[in-house]
């Protein structure tokens, strides 16, 4: 009897766990080092040192003394005195002006664009509104590279988006105004989520299921912390924005050699009926693995491409391909599609909230950005072993519903203690930190599981939009804390529990075979009961999607 040779089973032929996968996990590494820099130079830039106002009579002071004059006052680092007593501080008398000159106390020497500009106390606003562009530039890009990364390929679609990041970068350097500011960041936003998430897809379709959870994990973890730190460091080291804006763009001009080192994913090339194409690549993949795939496996994997595309296509426009749309025209798949949008944007907002929330806990920012970066590696350890022992859905699970809760009892210390104990309170940022990332994580391999490899990139790159434009709430809600210091906590906590919920309604995916056509996403989990994921399952056979020809009729567009 003749074995049906199906993608999975001509890539293990060819090697899913070989040199060619170790090379795209390097090559995944370098992007999340990239990543990990341009996403955050929106805080290493914009760090806020300690600033009061200037007076002639302060310039000989120590900050301490300085510090200790403006303390009395409600908003010390905006209140500007008329006249200073030189032996006594105490007689200080406030002006009616506002300030228009401050002095500085450059934490580790590193001048921020807010200090540079000015953008303090009444201009406050002015740095925020450069970061808000960026994010807006991050929707537009997302979206655009989504659609390209499904239509030209993802490879392409990753280098243009690196040099739109670059670009961007690069532009910010030369900013003397808030108006070329704004711009060069909406430029640089472009590439904010595309240019991993594109990698994340084409790496997740060459590995094996076993490397695929525990290699993209730890790869993940080690490079990104290492961004991180390696950002705010050398910020410390260079001195000042404009000099570590360049060190950060240029890594993103790398990213074009991966056009000459990796292939074109050979799934992508099927669902655009480019047979050709993906075996070809798939013998590059086997060659460069050292493995000897006879032309008898290509042919049966030909046959099994062909007998399925003729399956799922028969009464749709041969030209027509699928796309989010058809992937909401469907019963049980437009369910999944419209959870797992609503998961990105509850992910990304608390992330968003939760990684950024580096000052004003007592200590310094670059450090406390260095302590947030250690999190990572051992988050993604936890989460690929977690994943390897009891799944994905139960990873993501409970790593959302034990974040939520450290998340209560981090606001449960503000409103007990007046004065905050700042071990305690970093101690309870960092574990709510450590969740994040691992929900994270885990909420980005489930999803991107969950969806049909021919509408993957499209759906994905919505999810991202829609966390983005989720993302303009952090700033709203940090800002509860000055009604009240529990709220944004518990905001946090309330939106974890939604986001438990959603994922109890999700199917498991961990030992399955991927869905591939909008047919097998249709069929992918049915008759999965919402807490399955507990039962302990052993067994590494992997459940083959059998879509029926009563659902294929129902999923052909009209």
Known sequence: MAIDVDFDVILAKCGDNQRYQYLLLALYGYIMFVTSRHYFSQNVIGFMPDHWCHHEHLENRSFAEIEAIYAKYENPSCTRLDWIDGNEAMNATVSSQRCDRWIYNYDYGFRSINAEFNWVCDAA????????????????????FG???????RIKTLILANWCGFLGDFATIFAQDLTAYSVSRFISGLAAEANSYLMYILVLEYISPSLRNI????????????????????ARFVGDWRSYMMWTAFPSLLVTSFYFLIHESAQWLITRND?????????????????????????????????????????????????????????????????????????????????????????SPFIMFTLNALTLPPSGLVQAQLQERFGRKFTLVSSVLLTGLFTAAYGTVLTIWKQVN???????????????SVATGATMQFCTELIPTCVRSQILAVGTIAGAAASFLSPYIQYLDTYSKAGPATLLFLLFIVCTWLCLLLPETSNKKLPISLVDGEQFGVGEGMFDFLRKRRSNKVDKVDASAETQEKLMPE
């Open 125 to 144: 606003l002015k740095g925020r509104v450069g970061q808000s562009l960026f994010f807006v530039g991050s929707m537009f890009g997302t979206f655009i």
């Open 147 to 153: 659609l390209l990364g499904d239509r030209i390929g």
């Open 215 to 234: 290699g993209l994990n730890t790869v993940l973890g080690i490079f990104y912390c290492l961004g991180l730190i390696s950002a705010s460091w050398q």
């Open 275 to 363: 047979i050709d194409g993906a075996i070809s690549r798939l013998q590059r993949v086997a060659k460069f693995n050292k493995r000897e795939v006879s032309e008898m496996d290509f042919e049966d994997f030909r046959k099994h491409c062909s007998k399925s595309s003729e399956s799922t296509k028969s009464k749709e426009d041969t030209h027509k391909l699928p796309g989010l749309l058809d992937a909401l025209k469907t019963p049980r798949l437009r369910k999944t599609v419209i959870e797992v949008l609503i998961l990105f944007m509850i992910i990304t907002v608390c992330y968003n909230t939760m990684a950024r929330n580096v000052e004003g806990v007592g200590i």
């Open 422 to 436: 700042v071990t305690l309170l970093v101690a309870l940022l960092l574990t709510s930190r450590f969740g994040i």
